[in-house]
């Protein structure tokens, strides 16, 4: 394998395009959007910035605890302890393990990881196919490739229409199940009226409030982020961005006793594919002869850390001799 294309510029695949570039292949990593980091996302406005992804990350693994440290030392992430946290969330338990948060945003944990690789943004695969040279990708800006292999770190919903014209194992992508998560984001003027800066499952619509402000490089406005229930997203999934965080401003309301400071910047957000749900239960997805892969969290479970497990998973399955 002299080259591979990668699909998806999240957690699992900068980690598996990374271990792949180490191997010696010649990467390209094709993303969709205009930032890296996937679901580790961060919205800027003029004074600060909100993280409407993942809010923060824990390393277990040694591999990715290896990863978080080399991410701190270079000045991409650091820790946080939010004040008066409550609630259990719990896919993080133990509640005493170190929480990070990268720098200046949430796509600061894979800054390291794309170092030195070839990434083309806002561009958007729509097919892949086999020729005798290897696989072509067929995109919204026209062809890519030939490539020796093609490996799809993207969600599973998304990854199964690129993949299921090549047969097992990748009809086991259906097993999968995510859920969506609607976003509000907000800036005030003062301080929220509340003691805790992260509340876990406060209300049945709320999944999760944050006191974005309280983490380290977010700019001096008070900033919350509020991700609403799996539930309540699905029974609202197509609201229009402007109605969502209008209601879910109202939720912040409620759970702030009825009162809040004057609203300086709000935004809302759809993810359709924000968490596992239902996982495959195997680390990642490789054709038989060894030059197609499918990876993500959707693999192994709804963590950033089991992404990196994942798209490590994956290269090294590739880059076996077939």
Known sequence: MKNCAVVGAGMAGLTAAAELKRAGVDVVVLEKSRGLGGRLATRRFDSGSADHGAQYVTARDAGFQALMQETVFAGHATGWAPAG??????????????????????????????????????????????????????????????????LVAIPAPQAAPLLEAHGKPFGDIAAAGMQPTLTGMFAFEARVPLEADYLA??????????????????????????????????????????????????????????????????????????????????????????????????????????????????????????
């Open 85 to 150: 946290k409550t609630g259990d969330d719990p896919k993080n338990e133990p509640r005493n393990e170190p929480w990070l948060v990268g720098l200046e945003g949430m796509s600061g944990l894979v800054r390291p990881l794309s170092e030195g690789l070839q990434v083309i943004r806002e561009i958007r695969v729509e097919r892949i196919g086999s020729t005798s040279e290897g696989y072509s990708l067929q995109t919204d800006q026209g062809p890519q490739g030939p490539f020796d292999a093609v």
């Open 201 to 322: 499952s406060p209300h049945g619509d709320i999944a999760t409030a944050v006191r974005n402000s309280s983490k380290a490089g977010r700019g001096g406005a008070e900033c919350w982020v509020v991700h609403a229930s799996h539930f309540w997203s699905r029974r609202n999934l197509e609201l229009e961005r402007e109605e969502i965080a209008g209601r879910i401003l109202e939720f912040l309301r409620t759970l702030a006793g009825g009162t809040l400071p004057d609203v300086t910047w709000q935004s809302g957000h759809r993810w359709r594919h924000a968490a596992v749900e239902t996982a495959v239960g195997t680390p990642c997805l490789v054709a038989s002869n060894r030059r197609l892969a499918a990876c993500g969290d959707w693999c192994l479970g709804p963590r950033v850390e089991a992404a990196y497990l994942s798209g490590i998973a994956a290269a090294r399955a590739l880059l076996e001799p077939s």
